[in-house]
């Protein structure tokens, strides 16, 4: 079992930045898929990032303003995101998926992000 505790959500102005964590326990998850979605009431979980063991996946809306880094000393994954817009407004989820899991297995409580204008 992989525990996952996001933190680092808040409210920003329009313009601002801030840096999300994912800290993982119970497993080593060095060599697992790392993600970030996020999702608002009433839509449906949006991807925006991944990080596999060797490489690093971005949504295209979200490519160059957001990116998702680990350190698999700490068991944490961070998502940076600057130039936060209020369509970027959501509660942000992290997750884990093993190499052999096709989905995404492992979900954070999930962290508030407000992006005021």
């Known amino acids: 079992q992989v525990q996952l505790v996001e933190s680092g959500g808040g409210l920003v102005q329009a313009g601002g930045s801030l840096r999300l964590s994912c800290e993982a326990s119970?497993?080593?998850?060095?060599?697992?898929?790392l993600g970030w979605f996020r999702q608002n009431p009433g839509k449906e979980r949006e991807f925006v990032a991944t990080s596999t063991s060797s490489n690093t996946y971005h949504a295209s809306s979200m490519k160059g303003r957001f990116t998702i880094s680990r350190d698999n000393a700490k068991n944490t994954i961070y998502l940076q995101m600057n130039g936060l817009k209020p369509e970027d407004t959501a509660v942000y989820y992290c997750a884990a998926r093993s190499r052999l899991q096709n989905n995404y297995t492992y979900w954070g409580q999930g962290t508030q992000v407000t992006v005021s204008s």
């Open positions: 119970g497993r080593t998850v060095s060599t697992y898929y």
